[in-house]
Nanobody, 122 residues
Framework: VQLQASGGGLVQAGGSLRLSCAASGRTFSSYAMGWFRQAPGKEREFVAA????????YYADSVKGRFTISRDNAKKKVYLEMNSLKPEDTAVYYC????????????????WGQGTKVTVSS
């Protein structure tokens, strides 16, 4: 599976962005998908994940209620809708695909996109 993240940009605090992750390969619908982010000088951290069928989602406490993850298996895409953005959301956001069940663990994901940068100004 190859992943391509897009949709990042510069937004003011309180604004919204929608990230997309396009996948290639015939087995996309078999994978759980996750979003992670890495801020400058910090380790990569879990943001959100969704099951292969879209029925289950999981969020980091820091984004719960503000971010929504979704997927469209027919289009081979996963999305991250980000609302009420805060300066601390500034980071490079990565999408990832995996079969594991520990969705917040980056080592559960075998495939990674290249990242898309999100900058939230105060």
């Amino acid at each position: 599976v190859q992943l391509q993240a897009s949709g990042g940009g510069l937004v003011q605090a309180g604004g919204s962005l929608r990230l997309s992750c396009a996948a290639s390969g015939r087995t996309f619908s078999s994978y759980a998908m996750g979003w992670f982010r890495q801020a400058p000088g910090k380790e990569r951290e879990f943001v959100a994940a969704i099951s292969w069928n879209g029925y289950s989602t999981y969020y980091a406490d820091s984004v719960k209620g503000r971010f929504t993850i979704s997927r469209d298996n027919a289009k081979k895409k996963v999305y991250l809708e980000m609302n009420s953005l805060k300066p601390e959301d500034t980071a490079v956001y990565y999408c990832a695909a995996g079969f594991g069940s520990r969705w917040s663990d980056e080592y559960e994901y075998a495939y990674w996109g290249q990242g898309t940068k999100v900058t939230v100004s105060s």
